[in-house]
């Protein structure tokens, strides 16, 4: 999968954490995903889709980073996963991907995105569509980790208005 | 002032309830949903709305307030992940009075409420 087309979410992923935590994390090697489990143990997924352009993102968190980020964006002080914290993840997600959809519409690429779906537990299943390819982005946020999953497919003679968006994930590293 | 916050996400409800505790106002409501924030109208001054919400997304509601006569004045703020121009441009047709992009600072949240309070 061509970069240019994951580097809306991952620059959507620099943007939202740097806004509602007050940290930007760092990006560490890109790899492709061979099976279904996540890397950690809670994750918010959001499906889109439109005439030109599908997949989703998922955004997924050991528990440890799950926490620190609920605590950073409400001032809390809790160490296990709660409803709230449920809800952080959810509403990062879907952050991530409105800001994803927001550049890709900059390149005539509309979709809509769905509200997003909460998974936890222990190496639980992120079902992604089946037949397009899934890239593992992770990211650390001070000294804790976490992956943002991302599948995109194009319908035919769907592509990038521009050859690279304008984007500074486009530049980063990896 | 009383203010209704409406979004699906608790967590983003707290974060802006909380900016607006910080800016000295205290009468806040807060609804789930369109059709939810629909029964807690009463006496609302200012409603800051998500787009995207189950049950009765945000625009379906601006649409529903606006045909109520007693609140089709009531100034609406759009606080969404929705930041295409071709949305912007829908939500303010449609009667929203400014719009705010997810992810917003406190900062961006609170110029954008005085704005639209002309303050």
């Known amino acids: 999968m061509d970069v240019k087309y994951i580097s809306p979410f991952v620059e959507s992923v620099y943007h939202t954490m740097q806004t509602m935590l007050g940290e930007a994390p760092k990006r560490k090697e890109v790899v492709m995903k061979n099976d279904n489990h996540a890397h950690g143990d809670i994750s918010g997924i959001v499906g889109f889709a439109s005439d030109k352009i599908y997949g989703s993102v998922a955004l997924t968190f050991p528990t440890e980073t799950a926490v620190k980020c609920y605590n950073m964006m409400v001032g809390d002080n809790v160490d296990i996963i709660t409803d709230d914290v449920r809800d952080t993840v959810g509403e990062l997600t879907n952050i991530i991907a409105g800001g994803a959809k927001k550049i890709y519409a900059d390149q005539e690429l509309s979709f809509d995105i769905s509200i997003p779906t909460i998974v936890l537990g222990k190496n639980h299943v992120l079902s992604h569509k089946v037949g397009t390819p899934v890239v593992i982005v992770p990211f650390v946020i001070g000294e804790h980790p976490f992956v943002v999953e991302i599948s995109v497919k194009f319908e035919k003679n769907a592509a990038f208005k521009s050859k690279t968006p304008k984007t500074e994930a486009a530049s980063a590293q990896g | ?119």
Do not use: Q
């Open chain 2, 1 to 119: 002032m009383k203010i209704l916050v409406v979004d699906d996400s608790a967590i983003m409800r707290r974060i802006i309830s909380n900016n607006l505790k910080s800016a000295g106002h205290s009468d806040i409501v807060e609804a789930g949903n369109g059709a939810e924030a629909m029964e807690k109208l009463g006496g609302i001054e200012l409603i800051l709305t998500d787009w995207n919400m189950p049950v009765m997304d945000g625009l379906t509601f601006v649409k529903e307030v606006r045909k109520d006569t007693s609140y089709s004045k009531v100034p609406i703020i759009m606080v969404t992940t929705e930041g295409a121009k071709t949305e912007v441009m829908e939500a303010l047709k449609n009667g929203v009075n400014n719009y705010i992009v997810k992810p917003f600072t406190p900062e961006t949240l609170m110029e954008k409420l005085n704005a639209t309070l002309g303050k």
